[in-house]
Structures are given as C-alpha cells and as structure tokens.
C-alpha cells in the first residue's frame, strides 16, 4: 500500500524510503516549539541531562504567550526563566511582549513553519500547522527538552482517516462550523492517535484561516495531528509571510486510510459545542434559549484578520447586549496592528467590547474574562471542558466568530443570519 500525506513527511525526515502505521521511528526536527507555561519544566530537564546546547538556536522557538502579560508572580518568574535561557542559548525565535503573539498564530505568519516540515510543540494545539502541510503535533515537556538538545524524536506512525470536502460554505459558516460538525459527528476520540488528512474539490473554498482553525482542533477529535492538502493557497500564504524553502507531500493514491468522511461544507450550518466537550454539537438552529454572561473573541484558533472582520461587519454601528462582557483579542501584534488600520478597533471599543493584547489568558481561564460559578461564555476557543474558563460551575459554549459577536449583540446564542 502507498502512504499518506502524514507519513510521506514522517518517512522523510526518518531517512527510510517509507513507513507503515503502528511503525516506531526516530525523524529530525525542523521545529521545537514551547510556551511560557511548558518550557520551564523542559528547562530543568535540558539541564538534568546535561545537555551543551540546543541543536539549532533557529529551530527552537519560545513564545511567552499564556499568562502573559505576567498575571502574578509566579507566571514573572516562570517568564525569568525563559527569557534567561533564551538569552543564554542564543535562541533566535523568542518572542517577548511586544513582539509576541499566540504562539499558533505567530508561527505561520513568521514563516517559520512550512509545508513538509515536522514539528513538535509543548502544547496540545501544535497540531495548528498542518493547516500548512506539515507534520505538527503536541509533545510534553520531557519530549521538548529531548527535541531541543537533540533536535529529534521519537515517534509512532499514526495511521490516519480521510475528510473529502466537497461543495462551498454559505455566508455565515466558517472552518470553525466545519471542524465543530466533524467531531460531533465522530466524537472527541474518533481520531484518536489518528492523522486528519483534508483533501478534495472543496478545500479551495477554504481560506487559510479555515483551515487553520481546523487543524487547529484536530486535537479535540483525539487526532496526532490534522493536516491539509497544499494547493495555490497555500503556496500564496507561505510566499507572503516569506517562509523558508518547503516541500510538498501529496498522499499517494493508493494510500491506506482507516475510514473516509465525504463533507459537503454546502450542507453545514453554523455549529455550537455545548459543555462540557466539543464534540456535544447543535447548529444553530436547535440552540434553544441560552442566556450568556460574556462572549470572548480571539485564541489561536480563531484570532486571526478574517475573525476579526466577521465580527467587526456583524458589531460595526452597534451596542453590546446590557450587563453582556466581550473580550476580543487578535492572534499577533500584526493583526492587532491591522485591526487599528481597518478601524476595526474603533468599532469593537464603541460597540462595548474589550480590544486586548495578544494572550492566551482567557481561553483557559488563566487570566483575563475569568468566569464566576453559574456564568456562561460563548467563546471562539477550542475547549469547554469542565472549569476551562474559571469555576468548575461555569459553563463554555464553543462558536465561530459570526455566532459569537451576534450573541454578544443580543446576550443569548444567536444566528447571525437573523440579524
């Protein structure tokens, strides 16, 4: 049998002319990836094992970005140390506040990941930049500290499911309704330890913040990793963010899959993820009456220009639901930037909403939109676990930004095609 996107690359960087699913490899790495919360433990394990040094000062990337800016003082000390080490090692990919962004955000937009490479990151959303067609998958912090002196690691190969995407989205429904349809329909561990492999005629009527925002949440659906066919769009994002060389891993046809889903995006509605997993999905059209108490837009799923335009054209000239709070905050200082350019803050702030910083501090309830026992969020993030956001008797509902900034119009779930 041939193999598939996933295991093409992993073959490549293993140095074997091919791999087969359940086969353990050693593949070198093109990117250690690690944030302000995991890279401190894989810190003292770097130095538990005595290593010299970091493989490549350019393939380790650190980015501050949980509970920066430092919520207290245990978050300034673990950032302290970071830095430190940064500057000690000479790591040319630190990220400090000011320059920083949401590490998933940041990473594509920097260029720094493309297609064909194999990437490990100490967060579960690492999966982000198979969006890319890459390999990218979440580590712990032991791995990052192995894959940072070493600049390889150790691997099973997944064996992977197949997503045809046939047909076009309509108006309202964006990559967020799409991956939140897929894992209701194949539950939080349909995937598991499995490759997500996106393909067909309908993958070009994704943008790249769609799929992003899929590959994103692979990780929801119990995937190793979600990862996209690379087409004209690519290739456009990566020449624009002026990556470095890339190679193209099509799957071969007679690929091995383990089950294959054909996903007509033109029979897709808006979709909600109801607490406390996201694979406990509604569109929109059987939300019922869900009062919320505070509506957050932003994450490294759905942070970038494009949310940020959908929820401005649905906010623009309008007032926020009274007693209602809104949180928005853009992927990176880029998108903050052109968020000012647009006028897009102006009408966020007019409307009522918070315009914050780059963070993820609101996503998982590190700092910033904290809940209260008995409050609901509607939030564009990518869980909505028990306590995700702040009390384990609060509540998250997962949506795109259209269904987001329209509850935060009217202080309930709402349709924003109904607006």
């Known amino acids: 049998m041939g193999m598939t996107m996933t295991q093409k690359i992993l073959a490549a960087h293993a140095g074997l002319p091919e791999v087969k699913a359940g086969q353990f490899i050693e593949a070198d790495l ?4 690690g944030n302000d919360v995991t890279t401190p433990v894989a810190i003292n394990e770097f130095r538990k094992m005595g290593a010299k040094g970091v493989f490549d000062k350019k393939k380790v990337v650190i980015v501050p970005d949980h509970f ?13 140390k970071i830095r430190e080490f940064a500057v000690d090692e000479d790591i040319e990919n630190y990220f400090e506040v000011g320059q920083m962004g949401i590490e998933h955000a940041l990473l594509p937009e920097k260029g720094l990941v493309v297609a ?24 712990g912090s032991t791995d990052m500290a192995a894959g940072m002196a070493r600049g390889k690691a150790w691997f099973k190969v997944p064996s992977a499911i197949k997503f045809e995407l046939v047909g076009k989205m309509g108006k309202w429904v964006s990559g967020k309704d799409v991956i939140l349809h897929i ?19 309908g993958l070009g009527n994704l943008s790249m913040d769609d799929r992003l925002a899929m590959a994103n949440m692979a990780i929801e659906a119990g995937g190793k990793n979600g990862i996209f066919m690379v087409d004209d769009k690519t290739i456009a994002f990566m020449e624009e963010a002026g990556s470095k060389p890339y190679k193209i891993f099509a799957p071969d046809e007679d690929a091995e899959y383990d089950e294959t889903y054909v996903i007509d995006l033109s029979k897709i509605r808006p979709t909600v993820a109801f607490p406390h997993l996201p694979d406990n999905t509604r569109t929109i059209d059987e939300v019922g009456d869900v009062k919320i108490d505070q509506v957050v837009i932003g994450s490294c799923t759905n942070g970038r220009m494009e949310d940020m335009r959908v929820a401005a054209s649905i906010l623009k000239g309008k007032k926020v639901a009274k007693n209602l709070r809104v949180i928005i905050f853009p992927g990176t200082q880029k998108i903050y930037l052109q968020c000012i350019d647009e ?6 702030v007019e ?10 501090g609101p996503c998982l309830g590190g700092h910033m939109g904290i809940l209260a026992a008995g409050e609901r969020a509607v939030a564009t993030t990518n869980r909505n676990f028990v306590g995700r956001m702040g009390h384990p008797e609060s509540e998250v509902y997962l949506a795109s930004p259209a269904v987001a900034a329209a509850s935060a119009l009217t202080g309930k779930i709402s349709n924003p095609e109904l607006l």
């Open 30 to 33: 093109d990117i250690v990836l």
């Open 68 to 80: 920066t800016p430092n919520k207290d003082i245990k978050a300034a000390e673990q950032c302290k």
């Open 116 to 139: 064909g490479d194999v990437v490990i990151g100490a967060d579960s959303h690492t999966c982000t930049y198979g969006a890319l067609g890459a390999f990218s998958t979440g580590i």
């Open 183 to 201: 894992i209701g329909m194949i539950g939080v561990d349909g995937a598991l330890y499995k490759s997500m492999e996106f393909m067909g005629e």
């Open 343 to 348: 006028g897009l803050a102006r009408i966020f």
């Open 351 to 360: 409307a009522g909403a918070v315009f914050s910083t780059p963070t993820c």
